[in-house]
């Protein structure tokens, strides 16, 4: 029972979608609109943001990608107003929306820590149409440097900041003209900042695919949300 006098939820669930075709495409406020409506049309009993079953899912979600970005690694949590099995919850969210496919689903506490709190760090992979000039060498240059400014936009505004640090790896696949990078992304990890800063405004065209999301542990060992 809530604070209010309201019955509070009976269990939480957490899913890892995959993005990819239009719906990558769509901004964050799009993929939580869909999301929602995912859950809403469920069939299942949601607990909603005024309860049980009222206003729509309460929900909660991980950090935003790019627009136009491919996604391994959409997160969401939403809370239900009955206990489920896993198989249940995965037999009726499994359709999924436009561009959208549950990827993977496991019940978590109540009280768990947030996607958006416990997502650190981010892995890319950049597929170039071809390969910038002397892209091994300027990626090994660049994680040499104790430092490296760059520039990205905030709130509308230019920032200069020192893009070393946001950078925890990063290589290239020369077969495959691809740039790997896991990026930390609280000091300002973008794979178009990090694009733009190894190779310059002359960059070949390229996708961006996010392949996974993690939390970095006190070793500084990565692990997965999900």
Do not use: Q
């Not at 760059?150 to 509308?156: I, L, P």
């Amino acid at each position: 029972m809530n604070a209010d006098g309201r019955e509070g939820p009976a269990m939480r669930c957490r899913m890892r979608f995959e993005r990819r075709g239009p719906a990558g495409e769509e901004g964050h406020l799009g993929l939580i609109r869909d999301l929602k409506a995912l859950v809403a049309g469920s069939g299942l009993a949601y607990y909603g943001a005024r309860g049980p079953a009222a206003g729509t899912p309460r929900m909660a979600f991980g950090p935003a990608g790019g627009a136009g970005h491919g996604s391994l690694c959409e997160y969401a949590d939403a809370w239900f107003s009955r206990l489920y099995r896993e198989e249940e919850l995965r037999a009726a969210l499994s359709p999924g929306t436009a561009g959208l496919a549950l990827a993977a689903l496991k019940r978590v506490p109540l009280l768990f820590p947030s996607i958006e709190a416990s997502a650190s760090v981010a892995r890319f992979e950049l597929d170039f149409s071809s390969a910038p000039p002397e892209a091994e060498r300027r990626v090994e240059e660049f994680l040499s440097a104790s430092g490296f400014m760059a520039e990205r936009e905030k709130k509308g505004e230019k920032v200069r900041y020192d893009l070393r640090p946001a950078v925890l790896s990063a290589s290239w696949e020369a077969s495959a003209n691809r740039l790997r990078a896991d990026l930390r992304l609280r000091a300002g990890g973008r794979p178009e900042v990090l694009a733009s800063a190894l190779f310059g405004p002359a960059a070949p065209p390229f996708t961006v695919l996010r392949t996974g999301l993690y939390w970095e542990d006190s070793s500084g060992k990565l692990r997965e949300i999900l």
